[in-house]
């Protein structure tokens, strides 16, 4: 099946500072969604991106799906930023489920 | 307008006790999908509906493990004669269908078996 690898696996940042988290997979994809999985356990929609750029306030991400990456940079991190970030894949034969990576864990420090 | 919701939030159950756990998809997706999170680790697949067809239920671990949506919005995964190693975050996703893929998760059901 296909593998979804992320790195770093953990990250610990002071406030301010920019990063940029990085998501490889082993085939191609209909889809790739990034989440931000909050200490409550929710997951929440950062960004829905097959391919190209996409930017929301201090978050902006890029997938190059020819060379199977995607990007995600989050600038002047804030300490609300902190928890896991996961990627997750969709495989080309249209099986719908969303193969996930084992998240990159954040710890924004004040 | 409203999410994904699940109920409850929370569980816990009794080694060798049955557990129903409810999703309510957000209005008008067609697909729905369940989900197991064990501790630290990312979301894996359980089954996927669309509608109320189930067309993929090859992430079921055991057949203690069912899931049914039959009128196509609300759906059940029901958990028979539960295992310790079935404590785990459920979580519930929703999509809208055809050619928008992108998928929008509950807050999850934490199962706990003692």
């Known amino acids: 099946g296909i593998q979804v690898e992320q790195s770093p696996p953990d990250l610990i940042l002071q406030e301010g500072a920019n990063s940029t988290l990085r998501c490889n997979f082993s085939?191609?994809?209909?889809?790739l969604q990034w989440f931000h999985q909050n200490p409550w356990g929710q997951l929440i929609n950062l960004f829905y991106?097959?391919?190209g750029t996409k930017q929301n306030g201090r978050l902006s991400a890029t997938t190059v799906a020819t060379e199977r990456y995607s990007l995600l940079y989050i600038s002047s991190s804030q300490t609300t930023d902190s928890g896991v970030y996961f990627c997750?894949?969709?495989?080309?034969?249209?099986?719908?489920?969303?193969?996930f990576g084992s998240g990159t864990r954040l710890l924004v420090r004040p | 307008g409203a999410g994904v919701s699940q109920s409850p939030r929370y569980k816990v159950a009794k080694r060798g006790q049955d557990v129903a756990l409810r999703c309510d998809p957000i209005s008008g997706h067609v697909s729905l999908f369940w989900y197991q999170q064990a501790l630290g680790q990312g979301p894996e697949f359980l089954t996927y509906f669309q509608n109320e067809a189930q067309l993929d239920k090859s992430g079921l671990p055991s057949d203690r493990f069912f899931a049914e949506r039959p009128e196509g919005s609300v759906s059940t995964l029901k958990i028979q004669r539960t295992q310790q190693e079935d404590s785990a975050v459920y979580l519930c996703?929703?999509?809208?269908?055809?050619?928008?893929?992108?998928?929008?998760f509950g807050p999850g059901t934490r199962l706990t078996v003692l």
């Open positions: 996703a929703s999509r809208p269908g055809g050619s928008y893929n992108e998928q929008f």
């Open positions: 085939d191609s994809v209909n889809n």
């Open positions: 991106i097959p391919s």
């Open positions: 997750a894949v969709e495989r080309m034969d249209s099986s719908y489920k969303l193969i």
